[in-house]
């Protein structure tokens, strides 16, 4: 398995709190994908961070990335109640054209 | 924004039966992907391909055929279902310059009873 040990986690807070999630995967990653899942819906691309960064950012989401630790973490501040999702991190198998998915954390932002 | 449409959304069938699912990207994506969501195992990958007449081996094939008759068109085939293939089906696509953003359809619900 790409992963280490990981069950899908699910998060509860409160509207307008922040929040950060965590990944950890096994072998060597050229890139970490943050993917969002809202209820019925397919996943949808957030953010990525390729192995030469360190942080990414993109309006209220922040990726960082430690290669050494072979982990990834997605934080949101300011979160809103349609944030409420599944997010999901996804990393490259390299030399190879796909992507091994986590098992995801459900987050629930209460307004 | 790039398109992926899939159907049926939703399907029953009984075990034994015979079972198409269908995915269509109007977005000329070289790569497309089919990958079955199950609850405490994620997204995990059945086939791919990176053109038409193109087939590659995911990491749960068992079971399942695949094919990538145009560009556009990727075809999931379950030829004997069995309960276990109960899932929701999501079928992919990316570009081959930018393999890094994957488009998701809406999913398919398959219920074999």
């Known amino acids: 398995s790409q992963w280490g040990e990981e069950n899908l986690q699910a998060l509860s807070i409160q509207e307008g709190e922040d929040v950060t999630m965590n990944c950890s995967y096994k072998?060597?990653?050229?890139?970490v994908q943050w993917y969002r899942q809202k209820s019925g819906k397919g996943p949808a691309l957030i953010i990525l961070?390729?192995?030469?960064?360190r942080e990414k950012r993109s309006g209220r989401l922040r990726a960082t990335l430690d290669t050494s630790s072979q982990s990834s973490s997605l934080s949101i501040t300011g979160t809103l109640a349609t944030d409420t999702a599944v997010y999901f991190c996804?990393?490259?198998?390299?030399?190879?054209?796909?992507?091994?998915f986590g098992k995801g954390t459900s987050l629930t932002v209460i307004p | 924004e790039a398109a992926v449409t899939q159907s049926p959304r939703n399907k029953v069938t009984v075990t034994g039966g015979n079972v198409t699912l269908s995915c269509r990207q109007t977005?000329?994506?070289?790569?497309m992907y089919w990958y079955r969501q199950d609850t405490g195992h994620g997204l995990r990958l059945i086939h791919y391909?990176?053109?038409?007449?193109?087939?590659q081996i995911g990491d749960v094939p068992d079971g399942y055929k695949a094919t990538r008759t145009t560009q556009e068109d990727f075809f999931l085939l379950l030829e004997l279902a069995s309960p276990s293939q109960t899932s929701l089906y999501f079928c992919?696509?990316?570009?081959?310059?930018?393999?890094?953003?994957?488009?998701f359809g809406p999913g398919t619900r398959l219920l074999v009873l």
């Open positions: 992919a696509s990316s570009d081959r310059d930018n393999q890094d953003t994957q488009y």
């Open positions: 072998t060597y990653t050229t890139v």
């Open positions: 961070i390729r192995s030469n960064e």
């Open positions: 996804a990393t490259d198998a390299t030399g190879y054209q796909n992507f091994y």
């Open positions: 977005n000329s994506h070289n790569y």
């Open positions: 391909s990176y053109g038409a007449g193109n087939l």
